[in-house]
Structures are given as C-alpha cells and as structure tokens.
C-alpha cells in the first residue's frame, strides 16, 4: 500500500516563510505578486522535515539525481521579469523539485513543464496534485520544448544553457517573454529574450547566476 502523504503549514512554518519573502523583498525583488506567490507556496513540502531550516534559507539545496531547489531569491527574480499575467500559457524548461513550478501557478499561469530526469518527474508528479497544484507534466527532453502545445506567452529555462536554443525561440508567441541562464562556464547570465516578430528578437542581458548545467546531451537538468 503506498504511504499516505501527510502535508502539515504551521504559524511556526508561515512565520518562517514570512521572513524568507522579506529577506527576498530586502535584496530588490518588488514585484508584490511575486512575493505574495512565494507567501503561499510551503517550501519545506519539497525537502525532507529534517531540513526546515534549510527550506526557510535563501539558498538553493540538494533534491538529488544531481539537482537543486533553486534558491528562492533566484525564483524570484526570474519570475519578476517574467512578467506573468492570469491565464498565461508558461512552459518551464526543468520541473525540478516542482517549486518553481508551483509559485507560476499561484501567479496565474497555465503551466506546461518538461523534466528530464526521472527520479524528480516521478517526485513532482505525486507531489504536486497532492499539494492541489495540478501543471501539464512532461517526462521528456525539454532542449525541444513542446511544439504540440505550442506557442507559449512565456518560456522560462531552469538550468544553465550554453545558447538559446532554436527550438524554444520557435515556441515562443509573438511578444511573448523567455527568460534563460546562458553561458558556458560555472557562471550564467540571466537574459531576458523579448519576440518583437517571427524572426526579431531583443535580448537583454541582466545579472549573473550559478545554475545546474544543461546536460551535455543537450537534455535538460532541473532545478
């Protein structure tokens, strides 16, 4: 018989939450749906009890095949310029834990994510209905998106890519946003890609992170 599920969200878990929004308002995030989504989404469901305190941290952490939970900060700030409106069709590029995931459906977005690794896809794939988070998920290769669902108002990449690829360029609507860390090296640079027409986009390069890398098969990690 599977193990039921049992979620639990103190005061004690909402007063840490509390103070994990405001250490990210703190470090310049002012988008007050953005904060309000990380408000209502408990981070310690996606780590084991024993990890509360790492939950409530702004820091990413371990989920395992090699992946993190991003840091929320990071969250945020790609969900900021991502600029989600109610009813946004997002693909997300590397369900990860399904963290991320759950703070785009709590901005009001109809979500499509893409995990390539097995072991987390299983994870999120319980998880998530049961936390009453109900995305598209895709156990596959998110390098080629999803051309049947496609195109998307938003694309957002999870994991470190050493370009941007054709593919996803391809999927995205005419002025639509994608938002993806890019670069070779340890270090990405966010970059926020604007589809002014078919075939002209504006990019913009933002701050630098440090992200899983994309796999050398050109399919995608988690965060």
Same mark, same amino acid.
């Given at each position: 018989?599977?193990?039921?599920?049992?979620?639990?969200?103190?005061?004690?878990?909402?007063?840490?939450?509390?103070?994990?929004?405001?250490?990210?308002?703190?470090?310049?995030?002012?988008?007050?749906?953005?904060?309000?989504?990380?408000?209502?989404?408990?981070?310690?469901?996606?780590?084991?009890?024993?990890?509360?305190?790492?939950?409530?941290?702004?820091?990413?952490?371990?989920?395992?095949?090699?992946?993190?939970?991003?840091?929320?900060?990071?969250?945020?700030?790609?969900?900021?310029?991502?600029?989600?409106?109610?009813?946004?069709?997002?693909?997300?590029?590397?369900?990860?834990?399904?963290?991320?995931?759950? /703070? &785009?459906?709590?901005? #009001? +977005?109809?979500?499509?994510?893409? =995990?390539?690794? %097995?072991? @987390?896809?299983?994870?999120?794939?319980?998880?998530?209905?049961?936390?009453?988070?109900?995305?598209?998920?895709?156990?596959?290769?998110?390098?080629?998106?999803?051309?049947?669902?496609?195109?998307?108002?938003? /694309? &957002?990449?999870?994991? #470190? +890519?050493?370009?941007?690829?054709? =593919?996803?360029? %391809?999927? @995205?609507?005419?002025?639509?946003?994608?938002?993806?860390?890019?670069?070779?090296?340890?270090?990405?640079?966010?970059?926020?890609?604007?589809?002014?027409?078919?075939?002209?986009?504006?990019?913009?390069?933002?701050?630098?992170?440090?992200?899983?890398?994309?796999?050398?098969?050109?399919?995608?990690?988690?965060?």
């Amino acid at each position: 018989m599977k193990k039921q599920l049992i979620l639990e969200d103190t005061f004690r878990h909402q007063g840490m939450r509390k103070k994990l929004v405001e250490a990210v308002r703190e470090k310049g995030i002012e988008d007050e749906a953005v904060l309000q989504a990380l408000m209502k989404v408990p981070r310690h469901w996606f780590l084991d009890k024993a990890f509360l305190n790492q939950a409530y941290s702004d820091h990413a952490f371990r989920i395992g095949a090699g992946q993190t939970i991003s840091q929320p900060y990071t969250v945020a700030y790609q969900s900021s310029f991502l600029d989600v409106s109610k009813g946004d069709k997002v693909l997300e590029i590397g369900t990860g834990s399904g963290y991320q995931t759950c /703070i &785009l459906l709590e901005l #009001g +977005a109809k979500v499509f994510t893409i =995990e390539r690794q %097995k072991e @987390l896809y299983d994870k999120a794939k319980d998880l998530l209905p049961h936390m009453g988070y109900n995305p598209k998920m895709f156990y596959g290769d998110g390098y080629k998106g999803l051309p049947a669902f496609a195109p998307f108002d938003r /694309i &957002l990449v999870t994991c #470190g +890519a050493p370009f941007i690829p054709e =593919e996803l360029l %391809k999927q @995205l609507k005419t002025g639509g946003i994608m938002v993806i860390p890019v670069g070779e090296s340890d270090v990405q640079v966010m970059t926020l890609v604007l589809k002014k027409a078919e075939d002209r986009f504006e990019k913009h390069e933002l701050k630098n992170f440090r992200f899983v890398p994309m796999l050398e098969d050109k399919n995608w990690g988690a965060k």
